[in-house]
């Protein structure tokens, strides 16, 4: 989602150059800090079934004022991230 080609559908570029502010990416956990740019910023047209209605894990999404960008949606009671055996 950052630095990629997703657009909207309504030819608003929704990329972001900024630092998403993973938890800890280098330990595979992409769940998004609180201060992370991506919280609510996310695509909003859930009409059009583009995006999902939950996130990897199964939330609802939006949890907050918006859709948060990326694979999972931060919010109270997410779960953590199964990270993968090395």
Not at 27 to 44: C, R, T, W
Not at 58 to 76: H, Y
């Amino acid at each position: 989602m950052y630095n990629g080609t997703i657009n909207d559908g309504k030819n608003n570029n929704t990329n972001k150059a900024e630092d998403p502010k993973f938890i800890d990416a280098a330990n595979y956990n992409f769940k998004l800090a609180e201060d992370s740019p991506a919280i609510d910023k996310g695509v909003s047209a859930l009409d059009n079934g583009s995006i999902p209605d939950k996130d990897i894990n199964g939330i609802l999404r939006p949890q907050g004022n918006g859709i948060d960008m990326g694979a999972l949606e931060s919010g109270v009671n997410t779960p953590d991230p199964i990270v993968p055996s090395r």
